[in-house]
């Protein structure tokens, strides 16, 4: 697999399912629908207030039901990007994929069985554009093989699926989840892009793993998962000096946490809080979204030295809206510490070798305010920041980063949205300007884009 498209090709269909399905949340242990026996839940009562009703295929037998969903996300702008680390001046006109990209999935439902149910979910994703080069930005990838059994003790799944850390704060980032955010694949790369990674959220991935999602009681609910370790970020294990490939998007020389070390599995999970509908005044309701999440990651030096390390974060955000006859107010917050964890991406940051083991310490925080109207129409502008301390041994110096964005998105039939966004992004980094071996030390551009998403 692409190291690439691991990193920048991936977003859940969970989180289209939360933008565009308006399920109900479920309270005090009753029965699971199909939205809820995923691992996002929760997500549905914060995003109710935009997109369109999710049109879904549904096919059903002999008690058997089988959901087809699918999304085309398409965008294309002007980028203008200022001169950075190893790479020129440049102003592009590119096509591209959202931060959501284009994609297939299948929920399969068996029978219930004394109170069970049981389903298995597909996802394939397919990256429209290349790296300005003819046949490339045709891969398929399948994203998510996943088990879930459900009852009123609430719901196991096992296999490959998006992670709970930082799931939230994804999902409630209701500007890139219908469009771009950062253009991390630079002028010439390509996949899709990454919102608010690094500058507000960290990059939840997909992993295999096991996970258990309670029932909601009282509006909380707790959400566990272990997972395969990282023991090696994308790319060549050891180190080396990291950089992008400018010629072909494709990656090179990562900082890594090193061959010769032990893991321990990935253990994730958050505690999150859903409101009922409460009176804010007259006509006027709310409702809330809490969370507060975590993950740890145990790494040990097996070489000369018996060093050891933790890869780990916390995150608390809240997704808050209020509905008005005149039209819905949103406002998503998030702030994050980690360690091990730089740009926004779990393992980098982190590395062992012959002097030990250590990670850096990075925080990041975002954002985002939003206004619909006649149920059609949003207006939306998010800011984040994001930063990791210098640490010499991981190869790291200090890096800030800052992405501002304003979005117009209009729902133009049930299933189609035209949306437009601008933004701002800056990179900086003292020393050398290594920046965790992923992107430029020093970066700067402004976009205007034009898309559209087409959901079924």
Same mark, same amino acid.
């Given at each position: ?87 020129p001046q440049e102003s592009t006109q590119r096509v591209r994929s959202g931060f959501n990209p284009s994609k297939l999935e299948v929920t399969a439902h068996a029978p219930e069985y004394n109170g069970i149910n049981v389903s298995g ?132 020389? #990562? ?183 992923? #992107? ?13 998403? #087409?959901?079924?």
């Open positions: 697999m692409n190291a690439k498209n691991r990193i920048f090709g991936e977003l859940d269909s969970v989180l289209a399912h939360a933008i565009g399905r308006r399920q109900q949340p479920v309270w005090r242990g009753r029965k699971a629908g199909p939205l809820t026996r995923t691992m996002l839940g929760c997500v549905a009562l914060a995003c109710t207030a935009m997109g369109p009703a999710h049109a879904q295929i549904t096919i059903e037998k002999n008690g058997w039901k089988a959901d087809v969903n699918g999304l085309i996300s398409v965008w294309g702008g002007n980028e203008n990007f200022s001169a950075a680390t190893g790479r979910y597909f996802q394939l994703a397919a990256s429209i554009n290349g790296n300005k080069s003819q046949r490339t930005g045709e891969q398929i990838e399948v994203r998510g093989a996943d088990l879930s059994i459900s009852s009123q003790y609430g719901t196991f799944s096992a296999g490959r699926n998006f992670n709970i850390y930082g799931s939230l704060p994804i999902a409630n980032d209701t500007g890139s989840m219908r469009g771009v955010g950062y253009l991390c694949t630079g002028p010439d790369g390509n996949g899709p892009n990454c919102g608010h990674i690094g500058t507000g959220y960290t990059w939840s991935d997909f992993s295999a793993g096991l996970r258990y999602t309670s029932p909601r009681v009282s509006g909380f609910q707790v959400r566990l998962g272990v997972y395969d370790p990282i023991e090696t970020a994308f790319g060549t294990p050891g180190g080396g000096t990291p950089f992008i490939g400018l010629s072909n998007g494709t990656f090179t020389n #990562f900082t890594s946490i090193g061959s010769a070390v032990e893991t321990r599995p990935l253990l994730q999970g958050d505690i999150n809080w859903a409101s009922n509908p409460f009176a804010l005044g007259g006509t006027t309701t709310g409702s809330a979204l809490i969370w507060l999440g975590g993950l740890n990651q145990r790494i040990k030096d097996l070489g000369n030295s018996s060093d050891s390390a933790h890869i780990k974060g916390f995150n608390l955000g809240s997704r808050l809206t209020a509905k008005a006859p005149v039209g819905v107010f949103g406002l998503t917050t998030n702030y994050e510490k980690t360690f091990g964890i730089a740009e926004g991406f779990m393992g980098f940051g982190a590395r062992c070798n012959v002097g030990g083991c250590d990670t850096v310490r990075g925080q990041q925080w975002y954002v985002n305010a939003d206004y619909t109207f006649a149920g059609k129409t949003t207006f939306g502008t998010s800011f984040g920041r994001g930063w990791e301390n210098a640490n010499a041994f991981v190869g790291n110096d200090n890096v800030k980063r800052r992405l501002w964005v304003a979005y117009v998105q209009h729902q133009l039939t049930p299933n189609v949205n035209v949306n437009v966004e601008v933004q701002r992004f800056r990179r900086s980094t003292d020393g050398a300007g290594n920046a965790a071996g992923i #992107f430029p030390g020093q970066e700067r551009y402004v976009a205007a884009l034009l898309g559209v998403e #087409f959901r079924f």
